[in-house]
C-alpha cells in the first residue's frame, strides 16, 4: 500500500522558515521521482518543485526559486522541502505527490505565513 505522510506544516512570520517532510512507503523509493505541489483554497493545485529519481532537483517553480530546496533521503524515503524567507504568498497546503499510474498524493500539510 503506497502512502506519502507530510508532515512540517505550521505557522510561520514572513521571513520565516520551514521544512516539510514526506514520508514515503509501499513502493520502490528510489524508481521514482517526487514532487511537492501546493493549493490555496479556490486555486489550482500548482507544482513547487521535483526530485528526479537520480536526485537531481528540478522544475522549481518561479515564484520559490532561490527560497526553496527539495531533496530526498533514499535510506529513510523521505523527500523534503526546505523553504526559506517565507512570504504571505506561500501560505497553502503542501502535498507531496509521486508520479505514475496510478499517481498517489499525500494527505497535505498547512502552511501559514503571517505576522
Known amino acids: 500500500q503506497v502512502r506519502l505522510v507530510e508532515s512540517g506544516g505550521g505557522l510561520v512570520e514572513p521571513g520565516g522558515s520551514l521544512r516539510l517532510t514526506c514520508a514515503a512507503s509501499?513502493?520502490?523509493?528510489?524508481?521514482?521521482?517526487l514532487s511537492w505541489y501546493r493549493q490555496i483554497p479556490g486555486k489550482e493545485r500548482e507544482l513547487v518543485a521535483t526530485?528526479?529519481?537520480?536526485?537531481?532537483?528540478?522544475d522549481y517553480a518561479d515564484s520559490v526559486k532561490g527560497r526553496f530546496t527539495i531533496s530526498r533521503d533514499n535510506a529513510i524515503e523521505t523527500v523534503y522541502l526546505q523553504m526559506n524567507s517565507l512570504m504571505s504568498e506561500d501560505t497553502a497546503v503542501y502535498y507531496c505527490h509521486r508520479p505514475g499510474w496510478p499517481e498517489y498524493w499525500g494527505q497535505g500539510t498547512l502552511v501559514i505565513v503571517a505576522s
Open positions: 526530485i528526479t529519481a537520480e536526485d537531481i532537483p528540478t
Open positions: 509501499g513502493f520502490p523509493f528510489t524508481a521514482y521521482p
